[in-house]
């Protein structure tokens, strides 16, 4: 493959639990060993590759047996530490043999729920890429507690994926892509094309989950159709089939898998950033009809006093807020530009300085 038939400079690659495991819940390592020779082929080609990798707790699970029963988080954490070290010292050896390097980035949700924090991470992986070392991404179990875990991995390369401006995400399942049923059933067919202008396809998705991993299908298609909102090309595929990851960044790809057409209209890096805090958000601002009008108008609009009919919660200026409507219906999320005290006082007046600027209003 020629590198001119790219169409991608930077990608993130997620590779599900259920394709690095077997049934057993060990480690395949045939498939894993596969899908380095594949990113090594498109690394020593120029591009540039963040790897998103489940698989920490279903190889822990392999390698040792819990004494007692554990309460779930407990088991995360007991197995996701044994499993972690055992995922990355794989991945470490295959990709050595390529002469390539890679390295560990463990991460919380709570570590990203600030700016600083963020463009912190977001500095660490831009020197790994200069430096061509493949990050290697996982959420950090061992400290991660359930309220404040992500929904799993699919979320988390989906934030990834909008802090480090790449051009398209590949999901890799177990299934060739979405169908319009179960893939169990002999009347399913894929949908190879997601279109920004179709309608919510959630209705017709699969909601089971996985063996081994925590989201499923419909977890996929939220976060998909939200990163190809930022202007990113999601890619839903089977990460089993040989060879996938060579033919999914050809300019005319043949293989059968999901694609989520991004948006020509892209969004600013901060932006990006408050679309994935939604679960960061200390409060919530309630607007009445006419805010919402100028809001999701076309033309660009920041959230004024005079549209706020309430609030809820205590929040600090520079926080991020939920934005609903009287219905309680939400509308988007935003940074916001006074403290929670400061916004009460504004309410329903004229003439002052946004609550929320533009700049810093995601609408969904």
């Known amino acids: 493959m020629e590198k001119q038939m790219f169409r991608f400079k930077r990608i993130a690659i997620k590779i599900g639990s259920n394709v690095l495991t077997r049934k057993d819940g060990a480690l395949d390592l045939t498939r894993m060993s596969s899908l380095v020779d594949q990113i090594a082929e498109l690394h020593k080609k120029g591009m540039e590759i963040i790897l998103v990798s489940s698989g ?19 088991s995360r954490q007991l197995y996701s530490a044994v499993g972690q070290a055992k995922l990355i010292n794989r991945y470490y050896d295959f990709f050595k043999e390529h002469g390539i390097a890679c390295g560990q980035v463990l991460t919380t949700k709570e570590s990203l729920g600030t700016r600083r924090h963020y463009l912190n991470q977001k500095n660490c992986m831009s020197v790994m890429l200069e430096n061509r070392v493949i990050p ?28 480090m401006d790449v051009e398209a995400l590949i999901i890799l399942s177990n299934v060739n892509g979405i169908y319009n049923g179960s893939p169990d059933h002999p009347g399913s067919k894929i949908i190879p094309v997601v279109d920004p202008s179709q309608k919510d396809l959630s209705d017709c998705i699969q ?58 209209k892209g969004i600013s890096g901060v932006k990006k950033w408050i679309s994935h805090s939604d679960s960061f958000a200390k409060g919530e601002i309630y607007i009445n009809q006419g805010a919402k009008e100028a809001l999701l108008g ?67």
């Open 207 to 264: 909601t089971s989950r996985s063996s081994f991993g925590r989201g499923g299908m419909i977890t996929k298609y939220r976060i998909a159709v939200k990163v190809a909102d930022e202007g990113i090309e999601v890619i839903i595929a089977n990460g089993k089939k040989d060879d996938i990851l060579p033919e999914l960044v050809k300019k005319d790809p043949t293989v059968d898998c999901t694609r989520f057409l991004p948006t020509s």
């Open 56 to 74: 920490a707790v279903a190889s822990g699970k392999g390698e040792l047996k819990a004494k007692g029963k554990l309460d779930d988080v407990s």
């Open 136 to 163: 290697i991404m996982n959420e950090n179990d061992t400290i991660s507690v359930t309220e404040l875990m992500f929904t799993d991995n699919d979320e988390l390369s989906g934030m990834i994926a909008a802090m």
């Open 298 to 364: 076309e033309k660009a609009s920041s959230l004024l006093p005079v549209g706020i009919t309430k609030i809820t919660g205590v929040f600090e200026k520079d926080d991020i807020v939920k934005i609903l409507d009287e219905s309680g219906l939400q509308l988007g999320i935003g940074k916001v530009g006074f403290d929670s005290s400061g916004t009460e006082e504004l309410i329903g007046r004229k003439g002052n300085k946004p609550i929320i600027h533009y700049d810093y209003l995601y609408l969904e």
